[in-house]
């Protein structure tokens, strides 16, 4: 088990509702412990175990919410 923290560029959110909305929906993802995601800066931070899950699956259910994602660069 390792836990990490990893950014996500977000793309589509436009009010805090958005925010909101893709934090409710990684939190039910296996493995994840902690999501911040800020509409303002389009920026989503995830702390999860990557022994559950990964940023393929991240990225999957951010778009499965109806916004962008990808990993930023680090």
Sequence with gaps: MTIVTRR???????CPSCSTLIQMDLKDVAGVSGVTSDHRT??????????????????????????GAELAGE
Excluded: N, P, R
Excluded at 42 to 67: C, H, N, P, R
């Design 42 to 67: 389009g920026v989503t931070e995830v702390t999860y175990d990557d022994s559950l899950t990964g940023s393929e699956q991240i990225v999957a259910a951010v778009m499965k919410a109806g916004y």
């Design 8 to 14: 996500f560029t977000t793309t589509g959110m436009h």
